[in-house]
T-cell receptor, first 114, second 112 residues
């Protein structure tokens, strides 16, 4: 079972470049989200989606865009990369946004902005 | 401010020994609490979920406890194995469930 698949696993960008982090899930989950994980900090929510066509901002949305055209895919776009966006990014999905629902995470994308 | 604090920050134990990881939270309104295991280079994987009314829940060698009055949870690992080496993250879910507050994790290393 593939679960949540993120690509690429590693990426190096120059300041000002743009790129898209891909996330796909094959569990027919409605709820998907993007987090960033930085040293000494807990995962922080960037953007989330409760279903196709619906997205909303999380705790740290600045500098990122998302879209949700299908249930399966939830790409994260960096518009103009900055060194402060160097981080490990995780995509997660869950059946719903209900309190008892487990979030399944991808393997992460390690992004370095130089 | 809603926070989840974990201790210790890191821990080294010998294989076969037990250990207990702590999680204190100020998040409200509380819905439930999950412990996740994150192996190096991987995403977090859920170990157990605790609801408000539950005090103890086990998953194999992992036992989680919750004291909702003192807002404390612990994760006890019995007879540790090398494969238990990972970061253990406490996550508190609030309200309807779409707000997750993550702790910074405890980095556990199990040695021979």
């Amino acid at each position: 079972n593939a679960g949540v698949t993120q690509t690429p696993k590693f990426q190096v960008l120059k300041t000002g470049q743009s790129m898209t982090l891909q996330c796909a899930q094959d569990m027919n989950h409605e709820y998907m989200s993007w987090y960033r994980q930085d040293p000494g900090m807990g995962l922080r929510l960037i953007h989330y989606s409760v279903g196709a066509g619906i997205t909303d901002q999380g705790e740290v949305p600045n500098g990122y865009n998302v879209s949700r055209s299908t249930t399966e895919d939830f790409p994260l776009r960096l518009l103009s990369a900055a060194p402060s966006q160097t981080s490990v990014y995780f995509c997660a999905s869950s059946y719903s946004e209900g309190a008892g629902t487990e979030a399944f995470f991808g393997q992460g994308t390690r992004l370095t902005v130089v | 401010k809603n926070q989840v604090e974990q201790s210790p920050q890191s821990l080294i134990i010998l294989e076969g020994k037990n250990c207990t990881l702590q999680c204190n939270y100020t998040v409200s309104p509380f819905s439930n609490l999950r412990w996740y295991k994150q192996d190096t280079g991987r995403g977090p994987v859920s170990l157990t979920i605790m609801t408000f009314s539950e005090n103890t829940k086990s998953n194999g060698r992992y036992t989680a406890t919750l004291d909702a009055d003192t807002k404390q949870s612990s994760l006890h690992i019995t007879a540790s194995q090398l494969s238990d080496s990972a970061s253990y993250i406490c996550v508190v879910i609030t309200g309807g469930g779409n707000k997750l507050t993550f702790g910074t994790g405890t980095q556990l290393k199990v040695e021979l």
